[in-house]
């Protein structure tokens, strides 16, 4: 009789209903980890992809001096779509777009904003000196920073 079920119990291959259980609780609980990680990484890119436009418009922004004698007087964001035509001057929910590009009052220098699709936005200021900074504002206070400490970048 021993002989007989130890017959039958190696016959029977497959997994148990426990084991598949536990299978599928191990795969929801690393679901449960990835998901949350992956929806910030497009967050980060989404920011990334604004910081890449600002510092696109920085050099469209010099361009504009250097073919300017050096001023940046009546420099605006359709001036540098001008010059670089990549440069998204039009808001999108898919795209970071250029905010604004401004002289300041001596037209010595600029400031450079763009947005990205998470509202989050990000400038490159160029003072009468030369001295550049990087600012950045965080749209919601809950949403990715996108890199944006202390208000810069």
Same mark, same amino acid.
């Given at each position: 009789?021993?002989?007989?079920?130890?017959?039958?119990?190696?016959?029977?291959?497959?997994?148990?209903?426990?084991?598949?259980?536990?299978?599928?609780?191990?795969?929801?609980?690393?679901?449960?980890?990835?998901?949350?990680?992956?929806?910030?990484?497009?967050?980060?890119?989404?920011?990334? @992809?604004?910081?890449?436009?600002?510092?696109?418009?920085? /050099?469209? +922004?010099? *361009?504009? &001096?250097?073919?300017?004698?050096? %001023?940046?007087?009546?420099?605006?964001?359709?001036?540098?779509?001008?010059?670089?035509?990549?440069?998204?001057?039009?808001?999108?929910?898919?795209?970071?777009?250029?905010?604004?590009?401004?002289?300041?009052?001596?037209?010595?220098?600029?400031?450079?904003?763009?947005?990205?699709?998470?509202?989050?936005?990000? @400038?490159?200021?160029?003072?009468?000196?030369?001295?550049? /900074?990087? +600012?950045? *504002?965080? &749209?919601?206070?809950?949403?990715? %920073?996108?890199?944006?400490?202390?208000?810069?970048?």
């Amino acid at each position: 009789m021993l002989s007989k079920l130890r017959r039958r119990a190696e016959d029977e291959k497959g997994f148990t209903l426990i084991e598949l259980l536990v299978v599928i609780l191990i795969i929801g609980i690393l679901a449960a980890i990835a998901i949350p990680s992956f929806l910030n990484q497009t967050s980060k890119a989404k920011d990334a @992809s604004a910081k890449e436009l600002v510092r696109s418009s920085q /050099t469209a +922004a010099e *361009t504009y &001096a250097t073919d300017h004698s050096g %001023s940046y007087s009546g420099m605006n964001a359709a001036a540098l779509n001008t010059i670089e035509p990549t440069i998204s001057t039009t808001s999108s929910s898919t795209n970071a777009y250029l905010v604004s590009a401004t002289p300041d009052t001596a037209n010595q220098g600029y400031t450079v904003v763009t947005q990205s699709v998470n509202g989050n936005q990000f @400038s490159i200021t160029r003072t009468d000196t030369g001295t550049i /900074t990087h +600012a950045c *504002t965080v &749209a919601n206070a809950g949403a990715s %920073s996108g890199g944006c400490v202390s208000d810069t970048w």
